[in-house]
């Protein structure tokens, strides 16, 4: 009996990201620097006073800026994962971090997590921009197969965001881990390399200047 078996595959080894900034037209993401980072990153999280954008985090939120600078050097140290500070030219403040994790390049897959954004970068056209700069620098430019996000399965805003972003929803892995002393089930996501064209046009349509009003509110929604 012939036992049925994946597609062949010819895939080229994909590349590490590299310390380069992700441009955009409203947002920059740079490699995080602590120095230069950590007071604007600390000022913007502390709009968030009853810390909510950290509940479904596995650190946070930060009492001072010196915490956020030990948690921003214990992370970016390893390399793998790997942040960005996302800096908005509108506001002309760094206030969201976000990482590529679990890197693998031989088989071309690569996450994204980690994801904070302080309360005034939420909603806007920069957070926006700043997961489509990270999804085309994936497939574009370091050549992966598939782009994988995941989060607390209690996590109704995490998973909305993915869904709205173009990710597909995958299935749950139960008590995948603990966090905080308590158990968190793990929702998983993803795009693969052939859905990738499909959500760039989507993107640049969104993101053109026209989209959006004197006050920087979109007119048309994300869609593919």
Known sequence: MKLPIGFAVKFKKAKFPSKKKLI???????????????????KNFSLDKKGIDWIYMPSGPFKDEASLKKYMKDKNLAGNPFFYSIYSKRLKTFCGLASYLRIKPKVG??????ITYAKNLQRTAEGTEAMYLMMKNVFDDLGYRRYEWKC????KRSKKSALRLGFKYEGLFRQATIYKKRNRD???????DKEWEKLKKGYLRFLKPSNFDKNYKQLKKLKF
Not at 109 to 114: F, L, P, S
Not at 186 to 192: L, M, V, Y
């Open 186 to 192: 793990t929702a998983w996501f993803s795009i693969i």
């Open 24 to 42: 955009g037209k409203y947002c920059v993401l740079e490699p995080v620097n602590v120095r230069k980072h950590s007071k604007d990153l600390f």
């Open 109 to 114: 897959t690569i996450e994204v997590g980690w």
């Open 152 to 155: 607390d399965n209690l996590n």
